[in-house]
T-cell receptor, first 111, second 114 residues
Framework: QQQVKQSPQSLIVQKGGISIINCAYE??????FPWYQQFPGKGPALLIA?????SEKKEGRFTISFNKSAKQFSLHIMDSQPGDSATYFC??????????FGSGTRLQVQP | NAGVTQTPKFQVLKTGQSMTLQCAQD?????MSWYRQDPGMGLRLIHY???????DQGEVPNGYNVSRSTTEDFPLRLLSAAPSQTSVYFC?????????????FGPGTRLTVL
């Protein structure tokens, strides 16, 4: 049972464009929603995270939008750059329990 | 701080062989976990530990054992390797907190079972 569904599987965006990756979750007990960025040959690294008491969090060019009623959250990358080309994972957890990850989105930003 | 370290980086095993993937962290985190990453399937939790002497199973624990004798180390043992265990393995440690919750991943071990 996949508790966190991520889409799309892959995404191609032109430099300067907006990249949008979506995730949907089933368990309403989730209370922590991070996004991870992974470059080839490296481990994932925390990019940005949100808790369900806010609807949006912005850090630089990266924004998480959170819709509690729809049980969805998304990552927006503004002014996408070739250096943003990586695989992105959404995740969710309950308290201190283990993170449950989405299946990943491979983003390619074309120059 | 070295963060989360894993050894080896690469390993090739024959079916039926056993081995231990090493993981260590120097951040004094209580929470550590092991994931495997397969194409199109994201990261799946194998085992995790909430402190020394305490371990529990994750989503895909079969064929793997863990132990946690110290806060720093969390080795993953493959008892009898199978081709289905060919994957990239990541160890992680976590510092839960309302405002600073961060899970740190190691660089990974790429395992091939022939």
């Amino acid at each position: 049972q996949q508790q966190v569904k991520q889409s799309p599987q892959s995404l191609i965006v032109q430099k300067g464009g907006i990249s949008i990756i979506n995730c949907a979750y089933e368990n309403t007990a989730f209370d922590y929603f991070p996004w991870y960025q992974q470059f080839p040959g490296k481990g994932p690294a925390l990019l940005i995270a949100i808790r369900p008491d806010v609807s949006e969090k912005k850090e630089g060019r990266f924004t998480i939008s959170f819709n509690k009623s729809a049980k969805q959250f998304s990552l927006h990358i503004m002014d996408s750059q070739p250096g943003d080309s990586a695989t992105y994972f959404c995740a969710a957890s309950i308290g201190e329990r283990a993170l449950t990850f989405g299946s990943g989105t491979r983003l390619q930003v074309q120059p | 701080n070295a963060g989360v370290t894993q050894t080896p980086k690469f390993q090739v095993l024959k079916t039926g062989q056993s081995m231990t993937l090493q993981c260590a962290q120097d951040m004094n985190h209580e929470y550590m976990s092991w994931y495997r990453q397969d194409p199109g399937m994201g990261l799946r939790l194998i085992h995790y530990s909430v402190g020394a002497g305490i371990t529990d199973q994750g989503e895909v624990p079969n064929g793997y054992n863990v132990s946690r004798s110290t806060t720093e180390d969390f080795p993953l043992r493959l008892l009898s390797a199978a081709p289905s265990q060919t994957s990239v393995y990541f160890c992680a440690s976590r510092s839960p907190g309302r405002y600073t919750d961060t899970q740190y991943f190691g660089p990974g071990t790429r395992l091939t079972v022939l």
